[in-house]
């Protein structure tokens, strides 16, 4: 069975940078894309950034854009979210997620298209 675990998630001030982590247990280069999306209380599932390996091709929310970096480790087992200047509207729970090929949807920048799910790690920027 397919898992992924992220890790990385604390408080972080304003401002600050934090790396989350994601260890797919079958390895990402197995889906077809891997991606990281967060939830924040009383809001709805929210796309960050995914990277699709058939051509290399990231995509980015807006909010994101220009501060939040998504790359793989060489061996292609640990996916990262590379996050700078960090703002408190960023506080919330954060996933990692992978595109298999059995995925009944098109999309790799929305939450349907992507069919596993790690567990979510807390990020909380405050001072």
């Known amino acids: 069975q397919v898992q992924l675990v992220e890790s990385g998630g604390r408080l972080v001030q304003p401002g600050g940078s934090l790396r989350l982590s994601c260890v797919a247990s079958?390895?990402?280069?197995?889906?077809?894309?891997m991606g990281w999306f967060r939830q924040a209380p009383g809001k709805e599932r929210e796309f960050i950034t995914s990277l699709r390996w058939s051509d290399g091709r990231k995509y980015w929310a807006d909010s994101v854009a220009g501060r939040f970096t998504i790359s793989t480790d060489n061996t292609g087992n640990t996916l990262y979210l590379q996050m700078n200047n960090l703002e408190p509207e960023d506080t919330a729970v954060y996933y990692c997620?992978?595109?298999?090929?059995?995925?009944?949807?098109?999309?790799?920048?929305?939450?349907?298209?992507?069919?596993?799910w790690g567990q979510g790690t807390q990020v909380t920027v405050s001072s």
């Open positions: 079958t390895g990402t280069l197995n889906f077809l894309s």
């Open positions: 997620a992978g595109k298999s090929s059995q995925s009944t949807s098109h999309l790799y920048s929305a939450a349907v298209g992507f069919d596993y």
